[in-house]
């Protein structure tokens, strides 16, 4: 009697156990189905914007699938593992990032259903991830290899990407911009290196959009130039130097005060930090140096204003203020070398350029330096590199950063195609030929697989779906005429959302790279799996 109570107990146990499992696993994936559906209307040329009024009462608007999720406060875990799946996709291919988490929505959404029919969430998940095997041999089947060289393809992949931001109405100036500059920056001896930390982009207020200008053999300060003590704003021949030390009196290297009673001593103390001044501006300008650019001290006051009044004086134009993060990008743009000494302070070290001048916008003085010359040392010479600046111009902040990170998903997108030379037809094309494919391939299959890579192959349709509703179509009937023309055989038929109807998105010279939806698929499914083999959630102290 009492072993039978034990095997009751121990039965109930377990399904107990069973069912606090089914209801985390049920948890998770409803609450990632939430994040999923928050962006699910930004997908696609029609797709809505979002605004986002941040802690401090800052506003965004962006329909940006990676901004949007790395500024959603969320607390779950697994709605958190969709905002890092964002981010995978961003750095992975740079675009594609709303789409990877509807995609993840739709396959948790297709795993939810089978696990209510008492399928094992680990057969799910291996099912799941050997159909993302066979859908990155089906999206390379149906890819079109293209030369690094065509521009004309990169513009058309750039301006698809476009397509869907604020700013789709300057595509045509933006995207050739895009792949002007990458083609600058790219490296000859490894074509598909590109280095995007080498392409820096500013945002000006005033103007439009279409003002936004390319710069490739110079760059733009947003400091202004120093004018407290009347110095130069513009020179000619230009002898550039950065510096790290600082020029203003130093300070002791330990806390300690200095007391002076007399006046004479104050007046001896101001005499010798004149003079030590004095001498630092003299070998400056012994040097030949003509344009100082000072780095920003976090010890002391990085140049004091009896600097600035000598320098000045011996017509040297100063920008202050230059930010540790810039040092890199400056040496590599002009072929000047950091000095951190006054000691090491020598031509050789310089960088030359044509002009230097400052310029009036809107929303202040900015420093343009055109011309830059190779320099003659070899160790210059060294860090010398193609770089390329970018001036986006904007009515408001609000667009102006809208525009940033749209000319950024821009380069991303070319460098996509540098890195994997390969394009497939878009809106909503490749996902509908995965539906098909995998739904064929499912048919050959037998047993748990075949009924999971069927719900695999139809959580694909959520992309063309989704791109119908938010371009105001019927959803279903166009869904249904895609699947139709790709039954027929025609794998780059899409959904065009400007004739409201179902095209050839190849001849429409709407592209997206290889890239993009192979790591979609990957990233997202491995997502889904690594979810459903979650059973338990612990809370640590």
Request: hydrophobic content about 40%; some cysteine.
């Amino acid at each position: 009697m009492a072993a039978t109570t034990q095997a009751v107990k121990k039965g109930r146990g377990t399904a107990g156990q069973g069912d606090k499992q089914r209801d985390v696993r049920m948890a998770n994936i409803s609450s990632a189905k939430v994040v999923a559906d928050a962006v699910r209307t930004s997908l696609g040329p029609r797709g809505m914007d979002k605004m986002i009024v941040q802690e401090k009462g800052d506003v965004i608007i962006t329909n940006d699938g990676a901004t949007i999720m790395d500024k959603l406060e969320v607390h779950h875990p697994c709605a958190k593992m969709l905002i890092e799946l964002a981010k995978a996709q961003d750095v992975e291919a740079g675009d594609g990032t709303t789409s990877v988490v509807v995609l993840c929505g739709s396959f948790l959404k297709a795993a939810q259903s089978l696990l209510q029919k008492e399928i094992h969430p680990s057969d799910i998940a291996a099912s799941f991830l050997k159909g993302g095997r066979y859908a990155a041999e089906v999206l390379e089947g149906m890819s079109k290899s293209i030369d690094i060289n065509d521009r004309e393809t990169l513009i058309k992949a750039a301006i698809t990407s476009l397509s869907s931001k604020v700013v789709s109405q300057n595509s045509a100036l933006l995207a050739p911009m895009a792949v002007d500059a990458v083609y600058k920056v790219r490296d000859p001896a490894f074509p598909a290196n590109v280095d995007l930390n080498n392409i820096k982009v500013l945002t000006c207020l005033g103007g439009t959009v279409d003002d936004t200008e390319l710069i490739t053999n110079g760059t733009i300060f947003k400091q202004k130039a120093s004018q407290s003590a009347g110095g130069p704003t513009k020179i000619q021949n230009a002898k550039i130097a950065l510096i790290q030390f600082q020029l203003s009196p130093p300070k002791t290297d330990m806390e300690m005060q200095v007391a002076i009673k007399d006046y004479q001593q104050i007046d001896k103390v101001i005499k010798q930090e004149r003079k030590y001044l004095l001498e630092l501006c003299k070998k400056i300008k012994d040097a030949g140096c003509n344009v100082l650019l000072i780095q920003k001290s976090i010890l002391r006051d990085a140049v004091n204003e009896q600097s600035l009044d000598f320098l000045a004086k011996m017509k040297i134009m100063v920008l202050k203020d230059i930010e540790r993060t810039d040092v890199d990008f400056i040496t590599k743009t002009l072929g000047c070398l950091p000095i951190s000494s006054i000691d090491h302070f020598k031509a050789e070290k310089f960088g030359t350029a044509d002009l230097v001048v400052q310029e009036s916008t809107p929303e202040g003085k900015i420093v343009r330096v055109q011309g830059v010359k190779p320099p003659t040392s070899e160790a210059a010479k060294m860090v010398l590199m193609p770089t390329a600046t970018v001036l986006i111009k904007g009515s408001n902040s609000l667009l102006g950063a809208e525009a940033d990170r749209s000319f950024h998903d821009a380069l991303c997108v070319v460098r996509s195609l540098v890195k994997k030379t390969a394009v497939v037809a878009g809106g909503g094309a490749p996902e509908t030929q995965l539906t098909i494919k995998l739904a064929k391939k499912a048919r050959e299959l037998k047993g748990i697989d075949a009924v999971c890579v069927k719900a695999y192959a139809e959580a694909f349709e959520v992309i063309p779906y989704t791109l119908a509703e938010n371009a105001g179509l019927n959803p279903v009937r166009t869904v249904t005429e895609l699947r139709n023309k790709h039954n027929d055989g025609e794998a780059s038929h899409g959904i065009n959302v400007r004739k409201a109807c179902v095209t050839d998105m190849s001849s429409e010279n709407v592209v997206v790279p290889l890239l993009v939806p192979s790591s979609a698929v990957k990233l997202a499914t491995e997502t889904v799996a690594m979810i459903l083999k979650i059973d338990d959630i612990v809370q640590t102290r």
